[in-house]
């Protein structure tokens, strides 16, 4: 189905607006450049002097280009081993920003009743931080690897595997509803890259925020300019 410029910068498909936002019960979000600015990987390596290569990586695997989600983040956590953990707190700092429109966005989605939820093929490092000043309820991230000050290149084991990708990003999601009792349909996923294609399509309403082309041809709101609140011109309290 092709999707309808609603307003410019704002495209909608498969649905009637306005939605009720009340009407859903829990959102996922990704992170990296959904609701921060950068994607953390990248910026980990431009500030240890090797963001061309890794951010090659990532761009390929943004736009589904690397089929494999782990082993392009395997390869580029490899060219990370050795970095200082204060290139973290250096990232944290002097780079992430949450995007424009995101508090106005989730505190909507809180106020309207929904659980919130950040499910990000990111790091912990900077996915709790995100997490506490934004009030999410869960938050799920890769964990880095450190020992003695310094990366090394790898990510811990969780008891749920190793690394967020997009299978996983959409089994958290069915869970969490299926933990709270409600159907998919009743989730909104919101992203922008490749990987979040599986979450966006098990839910009952998926956003895309200034999307890479292949999301944005499957996302029922995909918002190309302004800010993430921008979905409200088209959902009501």
């Known amino acids: 189905m092709d999707a309808i410029e609603h307003a410019p910068g704002l495209h909608i498909r498969g649905f009637q607006p306005p939605l009720r936002l009340s009407d859903f019960r829990l ?4 992170m990296d450049s959904t609701l921060i600015n950068i994607e953390c990987v990248d910026e980990i390596a431009r500030a240890a002097g090797r963001y061309d290569e ?3 990586i990532t761009e390929a695997a943004m736009r589904g280009e690397i089929s494999d989600y782990k082993e392009s983040l395997r390869r580029r956590m490899a060219l990370l081993a050795g970095v200082p953990e204060a290139a973290l707190h250096q990232v944290a700092e002097q780079r992430l920003q949450l995007n ?3 508090e106005a966005f989730v505190a909507a989605c809180q106020a309207a009743g929904l659980k919130t939820m950040l499910v990000s093929g990111g ?3 900077f996915s709790e931080r995100v997490r506490q ?3 999410l309820d869960f ?3 890769n964990t880095l690897g450190i020992a003695h000050g310094k990366l090394t290149g790898t990510l811990l084991q969780r008891p749920w595997g190793d690394i967020v ?3 996983e990003k959409r089994r958290v999601l069915l869970e969490v509803a299926e933990l709270m009792g409600i159907e998919p349909s009743q989730a909104i996923a919101v992203g922008d890259g490749a ?3 599986p979450m966006m399509g098990a839910a009952g309403l998926s956003i895309a925020y200034h999307p890479k082309p292949a999301v944005a041809a499957e996302a029922m709101i995909a918002i190309t300019s302004g800010g993430l609140d921008r979905a409200l011109e088209v959902l009501r309290a």
Do not use: E
């Open 100 to 102: 424009p429109g995101v």
């Open 195 to 197: 990987n979040d294609l």
């Open 54 to 56: 890794v951010a090659a």
């Open 133 to 135: 000043r934004l009030k």
């Open 139 to 141: 938050a799920r991230a």
């Open 165 to 167: 990708d997009g299978a």
């Open 27 to 30: 959102v996922a979000f990704d």
């Open 123 to 125: 790091f912990s490092f």
